[in-house]
Nanobody
Framework: QVQLVESGGGLVQAGGSLRLSCAAS????????FGWYRQAPGKQRELVGT???????YYADAVKGRFTISRDNDKKVVYLQMNSLKLEDTAVYYC?????????WGQGTQVTVSS
């Protein structure tokens, strides 16, 4: 069965970096597009960025130039590299994947940015 598991979250100071991973087991990984989302306390879940099967990427304006999405098709892992972190980046970060007309979500990983 398909399972998405995010990891790599934690506490980091403003200006620092963190890399999140999304491992997609049981998937036809290479042909699927992935998205990263985040949800801060009291706010709606928002799109952070996406990556297609051809490795084309899209980023929300709030993270453009600071975050980078990449994928390793052999390891079946999607990454979110976060640099120059800001306090407003604090949120639970979620990975999702579209496969065979079904949408899959991971459990999320907490990122907390401190001053």
């Amino acid at each position: 069965q398909v399972q998405l598991v995010e990891s790599g979250g934690g506490l980091v100071q403003a200006g620092g970096s963190l890399r999140l991973s999304c491992a997609a087991s049981g998937s036809t990984f290479s042909m699927n597009a992935f998205g990263w989302y985040r949800q801060a306390p009291g706010k709606q879940r928002e799109l952070v960025g996406t990556i297609t099967s051809d490795r084309n990427t899209y980023y929300a304006d709030a993270v453009k130039g600071r975050f980078t999405i990449s994928r390793d098709n052999d390891k079946k892992v999607v990454y979110l590299q976060m640099n120059s972190l800001k306090l407003e980046d604090t949120a639970v970060y979620y990975c999702n994947m579209l496969q065979s007309e079904r949408l899959y979500w991971g459990q999320g990983t907490q990122v907390t940015v401190s001053s």
